[in-house]
């Protein structure tokens, strides 16, 4: 017996730690200011203050967690009137006898959780739920009964209870879908945002009008009861049996800001592959599932949706752009003016015709299928393009059939559909405008063909080496040159003489020269490319043959919205000329560099445009490609203002098994990473792109002479490194409002420079995690000194 009574001890002392553990007493406390939680006895879920992860780096929420995922997976967020309170630095939250209560630093209270009954302690609980308990060890009150997006083991939502999505991943407030219950089932709706009205339900649990709960076991399965007891399940696509195994697994349920409800596990054991992956969900596909007169659908207003690897994703027309470019859900609008009295000249003279204002861009397998406010029948193509263009209200044209349906914006329900019809999108010919700030001033007015036809010059002496890649090509025996194009078909197309020579007007309209011939501005029939700009050539290279006809095929190859499309060629007797994207606004150097500098979303969206073409060109090429010099001069801007990368002339084919490569000094000094001078593996994209990214931010160049007193500021890169050591961001976009307002995407992006600009190569993220972290998806974590050298763990 005496041997025991030690073992016995122990595990009273044991059980007495536990819960201590894993009780709240009255009085305690938490703050911002702490990195303190009140945490399960396992250890396995937190409760506590949590930073909301968007631009209000200052504000914080009151949330549960999943503490041992890297992320901290928030569960559950207080909220009020049925959103998320946001709480500013120096808030506390305090448990008392009459329960939880949440005061800012003035000692206003914001939040309460007041149950009917006086409270003796908290509690975190393993299964995630946080319980307030009288005496009796009754619960009062707990978070299973208050949900917010998510449902996890062991817990239900009653008749009364509801999930509503949050708005964005990383943006708590109250989203725009719901689940619910209503007469006995089961429904998820679009709400009109931000109220609760409900659109109609695009998904539904039948019950027959029975349903009780919806219960998530503690096993991790699903279902709704009914109030005989009834289990009823969803039997469909992508909501079938599957083996759980909560030891194993950690569960959660997530009526995620995209309105699809889905079915999460996450692996406990630290050895398995980390992440949430995805076990079920409901709608199939909700970029067809919500179909509703009212409302945006799935995306916003003018995007389409499509399902790519579980999941809705939302693009832009052409002509169109992200109204948020971190937020691609949110909608897109139109890069021009568009709709009555958009096209009157100002000036009292006469008004420009259509066709010289607007082109018609063909798009397949895209569809908006609501909204027409004009059907014409029956109606040719051509008849339909017309129609629209003439009619100012007219944003979009269906034709099918012999039949034209007219849309007018904004454009809702925007889908991926597979259909025969045509999409005609009705888009800007001209340019856009100033691209400064709407309250810019402008003290001197000139001709405004002038700075658009500078630009254009500085498109075509940005090509010229581009082209250069493909002349030799050209010069190849006929037989190769039908090879290649064979092999190229995809893409490029070969021309007549004759059809150029008309398409130019003779070769009328010079554009500019480069070093190997002339520009001309041209105009085709094939509705995809409208206008044009030829290069016709009058002087080849013979040399590195081999070289450039490897290099022009990987061009052939890709296909990407941030790349310069090249469109083809003639080879014809003597005459060699290149048909390309006609690109209206010049490179980036033109537009970054010049008065007065481009809006702060406008850099935002090139920086964005940049990197999904490198992540394209690194990492979903069939052949990974290495640019080589990347910078201001080689990024092309079109019409609607998208970056396109230009200049394949120095890029390094991989092998698709490689990330690096050695090879000799190539590039532009000043974007040049150091390792090229050692011949050692490099990421020399990476550290460009992280030199352009200062650039794009700061609107001026890496390198450039200063006043005598500023001559710290002369290397940007460096100047860029200590303004952040000295938590002086600010003066890194002096004087620019926008810039200043969106501190907490400046400040992780001054960071991502950084990390990209590393001289230690090893250090430098890839592309693709570059991506993720400008578009808040990833941490940025504090950069060290780009010149460090010490060791990695």
């Given at each position: 017996?005496?041997?025991?009574?030690p073992?016995i001890?122990?595990?009273?002392?044991?059980?007495?730690v536990?819960?201590?553990?894993?009780?709240?007493?009255?009085?305690?406390?938490?703050?911002t200011h702490d990195?303190?939680?009140w945490?399960?006895p396992?250890g396995?879920f937190?409760f506590?203050?949590?930073?909301?992860?968007d631009t209000?780096?200052n504000?914080?929420m009151?949330?549960?967690?999943?503490?041992?995922t890297?992320?901290k997976?928030?569960?559950w967020?207080?909220?009020?009137?049925?959103?998320?309170v946001k709480?500013?630095?120096?808030s506390q939250?305090q448990?008392t006898s009459k329960?939880l209560?949440?005061?800012?630093?003035?000692?206003?209270?914001?939040?309460?959780a007041q149950?009917?009954a006086l409270?003796s302690h908290?509690?975190?609980?393993d299964t995630?739920?946080?319980?307030?308990?009288n005496?009796n060890?009754?619960?009062?009150?707990e978070?299973f009964?208050n949900?917010?997006?998510?449902?996890?083991?062991?817990?239900s939502?009653e008749r009364?209870?509801?999930?509503t999505?949050?708005f964005?991943?990383t943006n708590?407030t109250r989203?725009?879908f719901?689940?619910?219950?209503?007469?006995g089932?089961?429904?998820?709706?679009?709400?009109?945002?931000?109220?609760d009205?409900?659109y109609?339900?695009?998904?539904?649990?039948?019950?027959?009008a029975?349903a009780?709960r919806?219960v998530?076991n503690?096993?991790?399965?699903?279902y709704?009861?009914?109030?005989?007891g009834?289990r009823?399940?969803?039997?469909?696509?992508q909501w079938f049996?599957?083996?759980?195994d909560?030891?194993?697994?950690?569960?959660r349920?997530?009526?995620d800001?995209?309105?699809?409800?889905?079915?999460?596990a996450y692996p406990?054991?630290?050895?398995?592959?980390q992440?949430?992956t995805?076990?079920?969900?409901?709608?199939?596909?909700?970029?067809i599932?919500?179909?509703?007169?009212?409302?945006?659908?799935?995306?916003?207003?003018?995007?389409?949706?499509s399902?790519?690897?579980?999941r809705?994703?939302?693009?832009?027309?052409?002509?169109y752009?992200?109204?948020?470019?971190?937020?691609?859900?949110?909608?897109?609008?139109?890069?021009?003016?568009?709709?009555?009295?958009?096209d009157?000249?100002g000036?009292g003279g006469?008004?420009a015709?259509p066709e010289?204002?607007?082109?018609?861009t063909?798009?397949?397998?895209?569809?908006w299928?609501?909204?027409?406010?004009?059907?014409?029948?029956?109606?040719?193509?051509?008849?339909?393009q017309?129609?629209?263009l003439?009619d100012?209200m007219?944003a979009?044209?269906?034709?099918?059939?012999?039949?034209?349906?007219?849309?007018?914006?904004?454009?809702s329900?925007g889908r991926?559909n597979?259909?025969?019809h045509?999409?005609?999108?009705k888009?800007r010919?001209?340019p856009?405008g100033n691209?400064?700030p709407?309250n810019s001033p402008?003290?001197?007015?000139?001709?405004?063909a002038?700075?658009?036809?500078?630009?254009?010059?500085?498109?075509?002496?940005?090509?010229s080496?581009l082209?250069?890649?493909v002349?030799l090509?050209?010069?190849?025996?006929?037989?190769?040159?039908?090879?290649a194009?064979?092999?190229l078909?995809?893409?490029l197309h070969?021309?007549?003489?004759?059809?150029?020579k008309?398409a130019?007007?003779d070769?009328?309209e010079?554009?500019?020269?480069?070093?190997?011939?002339i520009?001309y501005?041209?105009?085709?029939?094939?509705?995809s490319?409208?206008?044009?700009?030829?290069k016709?050539?009058?002087?080849?290279?013979?040399?590195q043959?081999k070289?450039?006809k490897?290099?022009l095929?990987?061009?052939g190859?890709t296909c990407?919205k941030n790349?310069?499309?090249?469109?083809?060629?003639?080879?014809?007797?003597?005459?060699?000329?290149i048909v390309?994207?006609?690109?209206?606004?010049?490179?980036?150097?033109n537009i970054?560099f010049g008065?007065?500098?481009?809006?702060?979303?406008?850099?935002?969206?090139f920086?964005l445009?940049i990197?999904r073409?490198?992540?394209?060109?690194?990492e979903?090429?069939?052949t990974?490609?290495?640019?080589?010099?990347?910078?201001?001069?080689n990024?092309?801007?079109?019409?609607?203002?998208?970056a396109?990368?230009s200049?394949?002339?120095?890029a390094?084919?991989?092998?698709s098994?490689?990330?690096?490569t050695?090879?000799?000094?190539?590039g532009?000094?000043?974007?040049v990473?150091?390792?090229?001078f050692k011949?050692?593996?490099?990421?020399?994209?990476?550290?460009s792109?992280?030199v352009?990214?200062?650039?794009?931010?700061?609107?001026?160049?890496?390198?450039q002479?200063?006043?005598?007193?500023?001559?710290?500021?002369?290397i940007?890169?460096d100047?860029?490194?200590?303004?952040y050591?000295?938590?002086k961001i600010?003066?890194?976009v002096e004087n620019?409002?926008?810039?200043?307002?969106?501190?907490?995407?400046?400040?992780?992006?001054?960071?991502?420079?950084?990390?990209?600009?590393?001289?230690?190569?090893?250090?430098r993220?890839?592309?693709g995690?570059?991506m993720?972290m400008?578009q808040?998806?990833?941490e940025?974590?504090?950069?060290?000194?780009p010149?460090?050298?010490?060791?990695?763990?």
């Amino acid at each position: 017996m005496a041997a025991v009574t030690p073992l016995i001890l122990l595990t009273l002392v044991f059980l007495q730690v536990l819960l201590v553990f894993a009780n709240v007493n009255l009085s305690s406390t938490l703050t911002t200011h702490d990195n303190d939680a009140w945490l399960s006895p396992s250890g396995d879920f937190g409760f506590g203050f949590r930073q909301l992860n968007d631009t209000s780096t200052n504000l914080f929420m009151v949330s549960i967690w999943y503490n041992k995922t890297p992320d901290k997976t928030v569960v559950w967020n207080a909220k009020a009137d049925g959103d998320v309170v946001k709480a500013p630095t120096g808030s506390q939250i305090q448990l008392t006898s009459k329960g939880l209560t949440l005061t800012i630093p003035n000692g206003k209270s914001i939040w309460t959780a007041q149950p009917n009954a006086l409270v003796s302690h908290g509690a975190m609980l393993d299964t995630g739920n946080f319980v307030l308990l009288n005496d009796n060890s009754t619960n009062v009150w707990e978070s299973f009964k208050n949900p917010t997006d998510t449902l996890l083991p062991d817990q239900s939502l009653e008749r009364d209870g509801k999930l509503t999505s949050r708005f964005t991943e990383t943006n708590y407030t109250r989203g725009r879908f719901q689940l619910y219950f209503q007469d006995g089932d089961v429904f998820l709706s679009p709400l009109a945002w931000p109220t609760d009205f409900r659109y109609d339900s695009y998904y539904k649990i039948d019950a027959a009008a029975s349903a009780s709960r919806l219960v998530f076991n503690e096993s991790g399965d699903i279902y709704v009861e009914t109030t005989n007891g009834t289990r009823i399940q969803h039997r469909g696509q992508q909501w079938f049996n599957i083996t759980l195994d909560p030891n194993v697994y950690y569960y959660r349920a997530t009526l995620d800001f995209h309105g699809v409800f889905t079915h999460y596990a996450y692996p406990r054991s630290s050895s398995a592959e980390q992440g949430w992956t995805i076990l079920r969900y409901v709608p199939y596909n909700i970029c067809i599932a919500i179909f509703n007169d009212m409302g945006s659908g799935c995306c916003g207003y003018n995007s389409y949706c499509s399902k790519e690897n579980q999941r809705p994703t939302c693009k832009c027309p052409d002509g169109y752009s992200l109204i948020d470019p971190s937020n691609q859900f949110g909608g897109c609008q139109p890069n021009f003016k568009l709709g009555c009295g958009a096209d009157n000249d100002g000036g009292g003279g006469s008004q420009a015709q259509p066709e010289e204002l607007y082109n018609i861009t063909i798009l397949r397998y895209v569809d908006w299928p609501l909204s027409d406010y004009e059907k014409l029948q029956p109606s040719s193509q051509q008849d339909c393009q017309q129609s629209c263009l003439h009619d100012c209200m007219c944003a979009v044209a269906i034709f099918r059939d012999q039949t034209c349906w007219k849309k007018r914006l904004p454009l809702s329900n925007g889908r991926s559909n597979s259909g025969s019809h045509l999409v005609l999108m009705k888009t800007r010919i001209a340019p856009l405008g100033n691209l400064g700030p709407a309250n810019s001033p402008n003290p001197k007015k000139e001709d405004p063909a002038k700075p658009v036809l500078g630009l254009l010059i500085g498109s075509v002496v940005s090509n010229s080496l581009l082209l250069a890649t493909v002349v030799l090509i050209l010069l190849l025996k006929p037989r190769r040159i039908v090879q290649a194009s064979s092999n190229l078909e995809s893409s490029l197309h070969s021309f007549t003489y004759e059809a150029l020579k008309e398409a130019t007007w003779d070769f009328k309209e010079e554009l500019g020269r480069g070093s190997f011939g002339i520009v001309y501005k041209g105009k085709l029939e094939a509705a995809s490319y409208n206008v044009v700009a030829v290069k016709k050539l009058d002087r080849l290279a013979q040399e590195q043959e081999k070289e450039f006809k490897t290099e022009l095929s990987a061009i052939g190859k890709t296909c990407h919205k941030n790349l310069v499309r090249l469109i083809g060629f003639c080879d014809a007797g003597l005459h060699r000329l290149i048909v390309y994207e006609f690109m209206s606004n010049g490179s980036l150097a033109n537009i970054l560099f010049g008065q007065p500098k481009p809006i702060w979303n406008l850099r935002v969206k090139f920086a964005l445009d940049i990197a999904r073409g490198l992540v394209y060109l690194h990492e979903e090429c069939d052949t990974p490609i290495i640019h080589c010099d990347i910078k201001p001069q080689n990024i092309l801007i079109d019409e609607h203002f998208t970056a396109k990368i230009s200049d394949f002339g120095l890029a390094k084919l991989l092998l698709s098994d490689q990330s690096r490569t050695n090879t000799v000094i190539r590039g532009t000094r000043g974007y040049v990473a150091p390792e090229w001078f050692k011949y050692v593996p490099v990421k020399v994209d990476v550290y460009s792109f992280g030199v352009m990214l200062l650039e794009i931010i700061c609107c001026r160049k890496s390198v450039q002479l200063m006043d005598s007193g500023e001559e710290e500021r002369a290397i940007l890169t460096d100047w860029a490194y200590d303004c952040y050591i000295e938590k002086k961001i600010d003066a890194l976009v002096e004087n620019d409002h926008e810039a200043l307002a969106d501190i907490g995407r400046l400040l992780n992006w001054v960071k991502i420079a950084i990390w990209c600009i590393q001289e230690h190569h090893e250090r430098r993220p890839t592309m693709g995690k570059v991506m993720q972290m400008l578009q808040g998806l990833v941490e940025v974590t504090n950069p060290p000194s780009p010149s460090s050298f010490t060791s990695i763990s």
